[in-house]
């Protein structure tokens, strides 16, 4: 009746576009819409990435030079 566990509330998902390391060694990642750049490179290795997409749950960004 009285539980500590908290109930896991579900993330509404969507479709998004990211830039994923292209080396197979590593697991870097970041979303489209948060990159400062137009053809970013991995943060963790420095290897050039490459377009994909993944189902990510939904985050907004909010940063002023997002705001176009």
């Not at 290795?45 to 994909?52: A, G, H, L, T, V």
Request: proline share 4%.
């Amino acid at each position: 009746m009285y539980s500590r566990k908290k109930t896991v509330e579900e993330l509404p998902t969507e479709l998004t576009v990211v830039w994923s390391c292209s080396s197979e060694q590593c697991k870097g990642w970041m979303r489209d819409n948060f990159s400062l750049s137009e053809a970013p490179v991995c943060f963790l290795c420095q290897s050039p990435m490459i377009k994909e997409e993944r189902m990510l749950a939904v985050v907004d960004n909010t940063s002023y030079s997002q705001r176009k």
